[in-house]
Protein backbone atom coordinates (compact mmCIF):
# COMPACT_ATOMS: atom_id res chain seq x y z
CA UNK A 1 0.00 0.00 0.00
CA UNK A 2 0.82 3.18 -1.01
CA UNK A 3 2.05 5.83 1.86
CA UNK A 4 -0.74 8.37 2.72
CA UNK A 5 0.68 11.06 4.23
CA UNK A 6 3.80 11.55 2.30
CA UNK A 7 5.47 14.70 1.27
CA UNK A 8 5.61 14.00 -2.00
CA UNK A 9 1.98 12.53 -2.16
CA UNK A 10 0.78 15.70 -0.76
CA UNK A 11 2.50 17.86 -3.20
CA UNK A 12 1.49 15.47 -5.73
CA UNK A 13 -2.60 15.74 -5.25
CA UNK A 14 -2.10 19.57 -4.37
CA UNK A 15 -0.24 20.07 -8.01
CA UNK A 16 -3.32 17.78 -10.04
CA UNK A 17 -5.65 20.04 -7.92
CA UNK A 18 -5.57 22.83 -10.26
CA UNK A 19 -7.14 22.47 -13.86
CA UNK A 20 -4.04 25.07 -15.19
CA UNK A 21 -1.18 22.18 -14.21
CA UNK A 22 -3.07 18.58 -14.97
CA UNK A 23 -3.25 20.83 -18.66
CA UNK A 24 0.25 21.75 -18.55
CA UNK A 25 1.46 17.88 -17.57
CA UNK A 26 -1.12 16.81 -20.35
CA UNK A 27 0.71 18.91 -23.03
CA UNK A 28 3.86 17.93 -21.80
CA UNK A 29 3.13 14.56 -22.36
CA UNK A 30 3.60 14.82 -26.47
CA UNK A 31 6.82 15.87 -25.82
CA UNK A 32 8.89 19.21 -24.13
CA UNK A 33 7.54 22.38 -24.23
CA UNK A 34 9.63 25.75 -23.32
CA UNK A 35 7.62 27.95 -20.36
CA UNK A 36 6.52 30.37 -23.32
CA UNK A 37 4.63 27.39 -25.11
CA UNK A 38 3.16 26.01 -21.99
CA UNK A 39 1.59 29.55 -20.87
CA UNK A 40 0.48 30.61 -24.39
CA UNK A 41 -2.60 28.17 -24.16
CA UNK A 42 -3.92 29.79 -20.85
CA UNK A 43 -3.07 33.96 -21.85
CA UNK A 44 -0.96 34.04 -18.83
CA UNK A 45 2.31 36.07 -18.10
CA UNK A 46 5.09 33.72 -18.13
CA UNK A 47 5.81 34.82 -14.55
CA UNK A 48 2.01 33.11 -13.61
CA UNK A 49 3.10 30.24 -15.46
CA UNK A 50 6.73 29.95 -13.66
CA UNK A 51 4.25 30.02 -10.49
CA UNK A 52 2.71 26.73 -11.77
CA UNK A 53 5.30 25.21 -13.49
CA UNK A 54 7.02 25.80 -9.82
CA UNK A 55 4.36 23.86 -8.03
CA UNK A 56 4.96 21.02 -10.75
CA UNK A 57 8.27 20.41 -10.14
CA UNK A 58 7.99 21.02 -6.75
CA UNK A 59 5.86 17.55 -6.73
CA UNK A 60 8.50 16.24 -8.82
CA UNK A 61 6.11 15.69 -12.17
CA UNK A 62 8.31 17.66 -14.36
CA UNK A 63 11.76 18.50 -15.19
CA UNK A 64 13.14 22.07 -16.11
CA UNK A 65 15.99 22.68 -18.16
CA UNK A 66 17.81 25.82 -18.98
CA UNK A 67 18.96 25.99 -22.50
CA UNK A 68 20.43 29.29 -23.02
CA UNK A 69 18.08 31.74 -21.92
CA UNK A 70 15.44 29.36 -22.65
CA UNK A 71 13.64 26.95 -20.22
CA UNK A 72 12.35 23.98 -21.50
CA UNK A 73 10.12 21.34 -19.68
CA UNK A 74 9.69 17.83 -19.64
CA UNK A 75 7.19 15.63 -17.78
CA UNK A 76 8.42 13.06 -15.02
CA UNK A 77 5.90 10.81 -14.64
CA UNK A 78 7.13 8.55 -11.82
CA UNK A 79 5.45 10.10 -8.84
CA UNK A 80 2.14 9.63 -10.61
CA UNK A 81 2.66 6.28 -9.90
CA UNK A 82 1.82 6.71 -6.05
CA UNK A 83 -1.09 8.84 -7.07
CA UNK A 84 -2.35 5.64 -9.42
CA UNK A 85 -1.54 3.41 -6.68
CA UNK A 86 -3.85 5.29 -4.23
CA UNK A 87 -6.27 5.40 -6.93
CA UNK A 88 -6.31 2.10 -7.72
CA UNK A 89 -8.10 0.91 -4.47
CA UNK A 90 -10.33 3.13 -4.73
CA UNK A 91 -11.05 1.97 -7.71
CA UNK A 92 -10.75 -1.76 -6.84
CA UNK A 93 -13.75 -0.52 -3.83
CA UNK A 94 -15.97 0.64 -6.16
CA UNK A 95 -15.52 -1.45 -8.77
CA UNK A 96 -16.34 -4.47 -6.30
CA UNK A 97 -19.41 -2.11 -5.06
CA UNK A 98 -20.92 -2.12 -8.79
CA UNK A 99 -20.39 -5.87 -9.47
CA UNK A 100 -22.31 -6.36 -6.26
CA UNK A 101 -25.57 -3.96 -7.39
CA UNK A 102 -24.97 -5.19 -10.69
CA UNK A 103 -25.76 -9.10 -9.66
CA UNK A 104 -28.48 -7.69 -7.01
CA UNK A 105 -30.57 -6.26 -10.24
CA UNK A 106 -29.84 -9.21 -12.13
CA UNK A 107 -31.54 -11.48 -9.28
CA UNK A 108 -34.29 -8.96 -8.85
CA UNK A 109 -34.66 -9.26 -12.59
CA UNK A 110 -35.22 -13.42 -12.10
CA UNK A 111 -37.54 -13.05 -9.10
CA UNK A 112 -39.98 -10.04 -11.02
CA UNK A 113 -39.51 -12.90 -14.20
CA UNK A 114 -40.89 -15.65 -12.05
CA UNK A 115 -43.23 -13.60 -10.65
CA UNK A 116 -44.74 -12.62 -13.98
CA UNK A 117 -44.60 -16.14 -15.33
CA UNK A 118 -46.47 -17.27 -11.98
CA UNK A 119 -49.17 -14.98 -12.36
CA UNK A 120 -49.73 -15.80 -16.21
CA UNK A 121 -50.17 -19.19 -15.09
CA UNK A 122 -52.62 -18.67 -12.22
CA UNK A 123 -54.34 -16.16 -14.95
CA UNK A 124 -54.74 -19.77 -17.52
CA UNK A 125 -56.29 -21.97 -15.04
Same mark, same amino acid.
Given at each position: MVELQTPQMNAVFHALGDTT???? /????ASGERTVSELAKPFAMSLAAASKHIRVLEGA????? @?? $?????????????? *???? @???GFY @? $?????? /??????? /? $?? @????? *? #? *?? #? &? #? &?RKGDE
Amino acid at each position: MVELQTPQMNAVFHALGDTTRRQM /LHDLASGERTVSELAKPFAMSLAAASKHIRVLEGAGLLRR @EV $RGRTHVCRLDPGPL *AGAH @EWLGFY @E $RFWNGR /LDLLEQL /L $RD @EDVVR *A #K *AR #K &S #K &SRKGDE
